[in-house]
């Protein structure tokens, strides 16, 4: 129970965090106004609970940490797929653009959500800094890699793209998904995954306290999770349905845009 209570609690958390974020955000978007509010409050909460638990090292501490973590980065992710932190770029390129200036106009796209996510993460390294709990900052860090990896592999291009998880307000974004069996970036990500939890796994065993090796378990177990979320990204398994009840709150009369259909229509490139 010492491994399997830990991992099991970041697992259900991660889940459910993430099939919440994806029901608020297929919502209409005269609720997004709502949606937005709520989350800058749960923002707040979590920044403050970040700091509290950093200063308990014990085993409750490495549990709060972690759960504040999550929610404070399920702010970046709402403020996100609402549509209201996104990038400059509100359209699609036109078929046939590629190489530097298709980079430079996917960045383009996400630029304000990725200077948030720095800003954030410099605000849990400032409340959390030279405290004795770490595990809020760390799972926090392994969120943005999570984050930056499977983007990246998405540009670059992999078999399963999961587009039925983009709202229709941000269709435009398919433009930047690229499908192909596999690119070079993906070998690079697993095996960094793959290192650090393997790290972190192994100083859970050799843990001397509950607090650190429950520690070393949750911030290894959303590792572990983001190297299944990288397979999903290549294997055809259906992901998918472990969010379908996520995707209730678009309605019977919401129509899925076909893949592709955001560069149909010539537009700037």
């Known amino acids: 129970m010492q491994y399997a209570l830990p991992a099991f609690f970041a697992l259900f958390v991660w889940w459910f965090s993430t099939g919440l974020v994806i029901f608020l955000d297929n919502l209409p978007r005269r609720t997004f106004a709502f949606s937005m509010a709520g989350a800058v409050l749960v923002a707040g909460f979590s920044l403050a609970g970040l700091a509290a638990s950093a200063r308990l090292p014990n085993l409750a501490g490495a549990y ?12 970046q992710e709402i403020s996100f797929y609402t549509g209201f ?29 990725e200077m948030l996510i720095v800003a954030s993460f410099g605000v849990v390294a400032w409340l959390t800094w030279g405290a004795p709990n770490q ?4 799972t926090f860090a392994v969120l943005w890699w999570m984050h930056e990896s499977a983007r990246l592999n998405v540009f670059f291009g992999v078999k399963n793209l999961s587009e039925e998880f983009l709202p229709a307000h941000l269709a435009y974004l398919k433009s930047f998904f690229r499908s192909a069996p596999m690119n070079l970036f993906f070998p690079l990500s697993i095996t960094v995954s793959m290192v650090a939890a393997t790290l972190l796994f192994t100083w859970a065993a050799g843990a001397q306290s509950a607090f650190t090796r429950a520690g070393d378990v949750l911030v290894g177990t959303m590792m572990a999770l983001a190297i299944a979320e990288h397979w999903f990204l290549v294997v055809p398994l259906p992901a998918a349905k472990l969010w379908h009840w996520g995707l209730a709150s678009r309605g019977k009369n919401f129509a899925p845009r076909r893949p592709g259909l955001a560069c149909d229509v010539p537009q700037e490139s």
């Open 64 to 75: 709060e940490a972690f759960f504040f973590a999550l929610m404070a980065w399920g702010f």
């Open 135 to 138: 595990v809020g900052l760390w």
């Open 85 to 113: 932190i996104t990038g400059p770029r509100k359209h699609a390129c036109v078929a046939g653009c590629h190489g530097a200036k298709h980079f430079g106009h996917a960045l383009q796209a996400t630029l304000w959500h």
